[in-house]
């Protein structure tokens, strides 16, 4: 039973997964009661990045349905968040530090007030990036 029925809401491409994506869920974990886990489709993830996934879709989101930390994991099929809201009609959501005071994020901030939703940023793992270990492999594995 949720103790505040606490329904937070967190999403990530997920693409090869190191301590920065676990660290993130953790963090929501402990700022909620039942954690949902938004998993961007390839087709989302190439819009999003200009690039298609390392890992497919189905290895990734099941792998974040298997952290203890994960309540629920589903596809995002759309990068926007209102339309996340209105189907899993969640009371918190997640995003890393670094997209604080950017344009979009203000936006969603006011729009989520408006709905009573708060925005929690946790800090950014810069020590590991799935950016940086893309590099690495496109590095040394063209």
Same mark, same amino acid.
């Given at each position: 039973?949720?103790? #505040?029925? *606490?329904?937070?809401?967190?999403?990530?491409?997920?693409?090869?997964? *190191?301590? %920065? *994506?676990? #660290?993130?869920?953790?963090?929501?974990?402990?700022?909620?009661?039942?954690?949902?886990?938004?998993?961007?489709?390839?087709?989302?993830?190439?819009?999003?990045?200009?690039?298609?996934?390392?890992?497919?879709?189905?290895?990734?989101?099941?792998?974040?349905?298997?952290?203890?930390?994960?309540?629920?994991?589903?596809?995002?099929?759309?990068?926007?968040?209102?339309?996340?809201?209105?189907?899993? *009609?969640?009371?918190?959501?997640?995003? %890393?530090?670094?997209?604080?005071?950017?344009?979009?994020?203000?936006?969603?901030?006011?729009?989520? #007030?408006?709905?009573?939703?708060?925005?929690?940023?946790?800090?950014?793992?810069?020590?590991?990036?799935?950016?940086?270990?893309? %590099?690495?492999?496109?590095?040394?594995?063209?």
């Amino acid at each position: 039973m949720m103790k #505040n029925n *606490h329904i937070g809401y967190t999403t990530g491409i997920f693409d090869l997964f *190191h301590i %920065g *994506h676990l #660290n993130i869920l953790k963090r929501a974990k402990l700022n909620c009661d039942y954690l949902v886990v938004g998993v961007s489709t390839d087709e989302l993830a190439l819009k999003l990045k200009g690039r298609s996934p390392v890992i497919p879709f189905d290895e990734r989101i099941e792998i974040v349905k298997s952290i203890k930390y994960v309540d629920r994991a589903v596809p995002e099929l759309t990068a926007d968040k209102l339309e996340a809201w209105r189907d899993l *009609h969640f009371n918190v959501i997640f995003k %890393g530090d670094d997209w604080k005071g950017t344009v979009t994020w203000n936006q969603l901030e006011k729009d989520f #007030n408006a709905v009573g939703v708060n925005v929690i940023y946790f800090p950014y793992t810069t020590t590991t990036s799935s950016t940086t270990l893309r %590099g690495f492999l496109d590095k040394y594995h063209p």
